[in-house]
């Protein structure tokens, strides 16, 4: 019966084109299906098609004994357990360029409906009320848009901005000066969008790191009358925060197209004149609908025709015997990535990798991806994974070098990472030690032996008599306990470093803190 493909969710008639026209394709559609029925003829389809309403869990992984290809139409994989694919060997893909377009489009359409009150208009005009005065909006002409995250939308959002004769200041981690001088925008760090902007919008994933992103805190170091669009992830903005900010007049209104908890219907937000609101519609078009259709549609014609897919979310198939030379190196390189971005206070602009000993011997590719991986996920969180990393970091303008040496460098194996910013290089070494894993044995030009995991604080300082005590006296009047702590130095009284261990996350202000004692140049926590 050739190729047996199953749709389990809606998607575009126009979208799924190509598999009905194609000859070795038998198309069968489940949308009606109950979740055990599913459970039942899974077994039967050698791909799976869906959206984000179906839940392709482990048990119906394991169930899918002859699927070899699932499809996600959308960008997120959220409902797809990427890990038990991976186990099964089962390739999933998805469309991370279908809704660029219509999310930007949207933003602005809720930039310019935000501007120009006409949300609220409309409503006036539908109570028989004719009011002029009141609905006076504001031009985009020579305002300033801030932009939180310059990937594939914020990017958009900055062109279609730029038409509007804005001036656009930009931040996002990964943007150099010569990639925002390209797209014809200012590159600031994010004090500088909160202090400059007019309006800002939001393009990053959510993360930890960009949870509550804009709170209390972010509201008062913006401009008076500043307006915020978020039409990225519910979750980015503190909403109950928000809501403060527009009752004291300190910002003008906003934009919600996702929010925290989804459906949003009962908030204090919704009462405010100053907010308009959408039920997260950024990808909701029949274009958009269509183009992430055909993405994966023509993505299973690749993968049936044994061309590689242009969209892998997960690690593509390995021959066992290379996986089991490589794998053990795997975790080594992504923590190490995790480790030398958390040092870096510049834009990335090249990352090189040094391969010695028997490492340098085996297929080193996969394992820079997962280097790269580790580097991303800081700021870019699950989205990045092996496949993309690579990808993603050329979008970025970041450059990856691989060196390979047969010298062993002291170690039986050792793996360097590099990254280079504009003004300077930062580098972390590892190795894996037989029957102990991973360990950290350098940071720059210090040597060390750090098992890399848990909470760790990296301390650079001036080699006197009595830091390293006055380290330990300091965590404790801060009730932190050290578990272990590495020391080296460049020469005597000069610079040094500790990488310490310690049981738990360290603060932002406790770092702030250190960093006022005499002796210390920086504070870094790392948590792995």
């Excluded at 899918?64 to 959308?74: D, M, V």
């Excluded at 978020?230 to 906003?254: H, M, S």
């Excluded at 907010?275 to 950024?282: D, F, K, M, R, S």
């Excluded at 092996?386 to 990856?400: C, M, P």
Aim: with cysteine; net charge negative; hydrophobic share 40%.
């Amino acid at each position: 019966m050739g190729f047996r493909v199953l749709i389990a969710d809606p998607l575009s008639e126009e979208g799924i084109a190509p598999l009905l026209e194609s000859d070795d394709i038998h198309l069968d559609l489940g949308t009606e299906w109950t979740n055990q029925e599913l459970l039942e003829r899974i077994s039967d389809y050698d791909a799976l098609l869906v959206r984000s309403q179906t839940q392709v869990t482990r048990d119906l992984i394991t169930k899918a004994t002859n699927l070899k290809i699932i499809g996600r139409a959308g960008v997120g994989v959220d409902n797809i357990d990427l890990d038990a694919a991976t186990e099964h060997g089962i390739i999933v893909i998805n469309a991370p360029n279908g809704n660029t377009n219509s999310a930007a489009e949207h933003t602005m359409a809720m930039m310019m409906a935000l501007s120009r009150k006409i949300p609220q208009a409309y409503l006036s005009l539908k109570n028989r009320q004719w009011d002029r005065k009141k609905y006076i909006g504001i031009e985009l002409k020579n305002k300033t848009l801030g932009i939180i995250g310059l990937g594939r939308i914020g990017a958009e959002v900055a062109y279609r901005a730029r038409g509007q004769r804005m001036n656009i200041i930009a931040y996002d981690p990964f943007l150099s000066e010569d990639h925002a001088n390209k797209l014809g925008i200012k590159k600031g760090n994010i004090e500088d969008v909160y202090q400059h902007a007019d309006f800002i919008t939001i393009h990053t994933p959510l993360l930890k790191e960009t949870r509550h992103l804009l709170n209390k805190q972010a509201f008062e170091a913006m401009k008076d009358g500043v307006q915020i669009i978020n039409c990225a992830r519910g979750g980015i903005i503190d909403e109950e925060a928000l809501y403060e900010a527009i009752q004291a007049k300190k910002v003008a209104g906003a934009a919600l197209d996702v929010f925290e908890e989804e459906p949003f219907y009962e908030h204090q937000l919704l009462e405010l004149p100053e907010v308009i609101a959408t039920p997260h519609l950024g990808a909701s078009t029949i274009e958009a609908q269509e183009s992430v259709a055909i993405d994966v549609s023509e993505d299973v014609i690749r993968y049936v025709h044994g061309e590689a897919v242009r969209n892998p979310v997960n690690l593509p198939s390995i021959p066992r015997e290379a996986l089991s030379e490589i794998e053990p190196y795997f975790l080594l390189a992504e923590k190490l990535g995790q480790f030398l971005i958390l040092l870096a206070d510049e834009p990335v602009e090249q990352i090189n990798l040094y391969y010695s000993g028997d490492v340098a011997k085996t297929k080193i590719g996969p394992i820079t991806r997962n280097a790269v991986k580790g580097l991303l996920t800081r700021h870019l969180g699950d989205h990045v994974n092996d496949v993309n990393a690579l990808y993603l970091a050329e979008k970025r303008g970041v450059t990856i070098h691989e060196n390979k040496t047969s010298s062993t460098q002291g170690f039986t194996n050792l793996i360097r990472v590099e990254i280079v910013t504009k003004s300077k290089k930062r580098s972390v070494a590892g190795t894996l030690l037989n029957g102990l894993g991973p360990r950290i044995v350098k940071v720059d030009h210090y040597s060390v032996d750090v098992t890399p995991k848990g909470h760790l604080l990296v301390i650079h300082h001036q080699d006197q008599p009595g830091v390293i005590g006055k380290m330990g006296s300091f965590l404790a009047t801060k009730h932190i306990n050290i578990a272990t702590m590495q020391v080296d130095r460049a020469d005597i009284g000069g610079n040094a470093i500790m990488v310490m261990t310690v049981d738990r996350h360290i603060e932002k202000n406790v770092l702030e803190a250190l960093k006022q004692l005499e002796e210390i140049h920086d504070a870094i926590s790392i948590d792995l």
